[in-house]
């Protein structure tokens, strides 16, 4: 197959998956912002520029969970589109295999998943933690109540006694907590003091608090500031609270190695860098699922239920690999062999169901 029937088969792919990711990006930014609106409409300082604000720094991390799909459904638009035109049939009467023309469509996803973990993920990850201080701080007052259903908590030992801490929010990857609690313990276990603060920050060696009420005796007490002593490092505080999402791809390695060296297993960070490194040919193995369901000749009409079927093997496998993903985040397998089982076995029936096709 020449150059310029290659270029225009990438192109055409390129395009229709640059068109499906922006009309997806459209729908799912008016859902989030009309339910961002109406569950903050009646908070003090609301505004509509606020929402818009925050739901479109939330659009790179949902748009990135949809990168698989928006990988299945362009690759089967792209291969129906040029069946429909008759273009496939004439490039195959020319003596051009399927194995040809789609090279250029696994091409453009190999390109569409590298640029989703290497641009899209980043901006995604400061993005989404932009959107959560802003969230957050347009709720200050509203959502102190810690409960034990949605709170994260943390123990930690010091020389002075144990600390039990929880929080509302945890911002920063971990390092910034909103409306944090911070239940202080006696030698006995039992809390001798308690402390709510509005902000809690993790600096080297102790905890700093702002807006504090200290819990003492029965006795009530306002601080602008304290300071609660910990040996914590922020490696464990971010492996412990931290969503994995929320670390930019380029730190993951850093944070992995810095993590394991205090004796931490890593585990969701590892999962998230693994996948994210898995993505690309996750894209490709959606491409060749696509090509098994799209390929027919158009006089031979499209069958909906051989796309249906394209849909639901698509599907299957996205819930697969998320299945697959906490097995490795909890350990049960390692994170690599999690990552890469469901790109492989895909790519093995997309592989074996066109030569069957094809080749026969």
């Not at 003091?193 to 006795?219: H, I, M, P, S």
Request: some cysteine; hydrophobic content about 50%; glycine content about 8%.
């Amino acid at each position: 197959m020449g150059w310029t029937l290659g270029r225009y088969f990438f192109f055409r792919y390129v395009t229709i998956t640059f068109w499906f990711f922006l009309g997806l990006l459209a729908l799912v930014f008016l859902i989030d912002f009309t339910e961002l609106s109406g569950r903050t409409t009646g908070l003090p300082g609301f505004t509509y520029g606020t929402a818009f604000a925050i739901s479109a720094l939330r659009m790179p991390m949902i748009m990135l969970q949809t990168v698989p799909f928006v990988g299945l459904f362009s690759a089967m638009a792209t291969l129906v589109s040029l069946n429909r035109r008759y273009e496939l049939v004439i490039a195959r009467s020319a003596g051009v295999s399927a194995w040809q023309f789609l090279f250029p469509c696994c091409v453009g996803a190999l390109m569409f998943g590298a640029l989703s973990v290497g641009v899209i993920n980043p901006i995604a990850a400061h993005g989404f933690s932009w959107s959560e201080q802003m969230e957050n701080d347009l709720r200050a007052g509203k959502s102190n109540a810690v409960t034990t259903n949605v709170t994260p908590w943390l123990r930690q030992k010091t020389e002075s006694g144990d600390t039990i801490i929880g929080a509302r929010a945890i911002l920063n990857q971990g390092l910034e907590m909103a409306d944090a609690v911070f239940f202080i313990l006696d030698p006995q276990g039992n809390i001798a003091e308690r402390k709510d603060a509005a902000k809690a920050f993790l600096r080297d060696g102790y905890w700093e608090l702002q807006d504090v009420k200290v819990f003492k005796g029965g006795n009530i007490q306002a601080l602008a500031s304290d300071k609660v002593p910990t040996n914590l490092k922020p490696e464990f505080v971010q492996e412990r609270l931290a969503r994995p999402e929320t670390i930019p791809f380029y730190e993951l390695p850093r944070k992995i190695e810095v993590a394991r060296s205090f004796g931490l297993k890593a585990n969701a960070f590892a999962m998230q860098f693994d996948s994210l490194v898995a993505m690309p040919f996750l894209l490709v193995a959606m491409t060749l699922i696509a090509a098994t369901v799209s390929m027919r000749f158009a006089r031979m009409g499209q069958s909906a239920t051989m796309i249906l079927g394209g849909v639901v093997a698509g599907f299957l496998l996205y819930v697969v690999s998320v299945l697959v993903k906490a097995f490795g985040v909890a350990g049960f397998v390692p994170t690599v062999v999690a990552a890469w089982v469901p790109v492989v076995v895909a790519m093995f029936f997309g592989v074996t169901f066109l030569l069957y096709k094809e080749d026969g």
